[in-house]
């Protein structure tokens, strides 16, 4: 009988957001057959997380209880999570390997999911930095953070895996009108949604301001963040907080916009696509690596208001040209599967562990 590859898969949280979801997929995906996962959330359970879809899978979750800020604890309670688990590859995301370096495993995996400017403050990318020069594998989840950890860190070549989605989740036209009557739209009303926390990297403010110069449109935002009292009571702009139902708005919905300063790879704009939604956004990041200017979308420039208006309007005015793009970036979504992203995880792992080359422990350098 062939033993299974364990994989321990950490992150800070179980949130339903987007790094979280990328976490989720392939902790959930990976072929039974080969690999028995575990899943480390270093803070306790919030509200309507994304832990039933792991216990569905019968995956194990070790919430350690983590309060905000630094916090010591968790380098004894990720050693007794890993001496429980015994986990041949640990795999940490975002912030977090700070809490995973002391450990032991055949193979130490990194992926980072923002611009690595923005990911992590300074003591963070000091211990990234000495992280990959000990041997763990840093991931970019695109081109664009690929380039930013080269520039930041010196590594020549990063593995860059692509974030995926389960695009038929996302298609879902017979939506449109049970949406709009239970939640008080026409049929007749134009509603541009945006998803994403309401904080200063997703700029909501430059849309909720733009949206009333485009006539007759809606704003539907889904997201919670710290800007949120900034933006409530604003004309036409309704605000609908963190959301189970989110393949259902997109469906309701004549336009997705993202108005970010930076990004990664936002999930955010690959679930709208797949609702074939058309998508204006600016290009930052890995949006220009998703979204095709004037073909599946309108890209503009970080923090240009004028040209967001202009985008909008544009769209607004042209229900053809929403429903071409909105066709073509349903097409083009499928670039961007679960199922790559899971397979591409499946070979990281199988090479890595075939190198059999364990990452050095660096606890006494912290």
Known sequence: MTLKTRILEVTATLKPAGAESVIVSPASALDPSRFEVGVVSLY???????????????????????????????????????REFRPDVIHSHCY?????????ARAMV????????????????????????????????????????RQMYGIAQPLSIPNGIDTARFCRPESRNLWRQRNGFSDEDLLVVSVGRLERQKN????????????????????????????????????????????????????FALASDWEGFPLA??????????????????????VQHGRTGLLIRRGDQIALIAALRE????????????????????????????????????????ESVAAPELIDRF
Request: net charge positive; glycine share 8%.
């Open 204 to 255: 909501p403010t430059m849309l909720v301001n733009a949206i009333e110069s485009v006539p007759n449109a809606k704003l539907l935002v889904v997201g919670q963040g710290k800007l949120r009292a900034n933006l409530e009571g604003r004309n036409r702009v309704h605000l609908l907080g963190v959301r189970d139902d989110v393949p259902d708005i997109l469906a309701a919905a004549d336009i």
């Open 96 to 104: 977090v390997a700070r809490y995973t370096v002391h450990l032991h």
């Open 110 to 149: 990194h992926t980072v999911h923002n611009l690595a400017a923005k990911e992590v403050g300074c003591f963070g990318r000091l211990i990234h930095r000495l992280a990959f020069r000990a041997g763990i594998v840093p991931v970019a989840v695109g081109t664009a953070v690929a380039d930013s950890i």
């Open 269 to 290: 704009v690959i679930e709208a696509m797949a609702s074939g939604l058309p998508v204006v956004a600016t290009s930052v990041g890995g949006v220009p690596e998703i």
């Open 44 to 82: 306790n359970a919030f509200p309507n997380g994304l832990e039933p879809l792991l216990e569905g899978r019968h995956i194990p979750i070790w919430h350690l209880g983590k309060r905000r800020g630094p916090d010591p604890r968790m380098y004894a309670s990720m050693r007794q999570v890993v």
């Open 315 to 354: 769209l607004a005015g042209n229900c053809k040209l929403r429903q071409d793009m909105g066709a073509a970036a349903r097409k083009r979504s499928s670039s961007f599967s679960v199922d790559a992203m899971v397979l591409a995880y499946e070979e990281l792992f199988g090479r890595l562990l075939s």
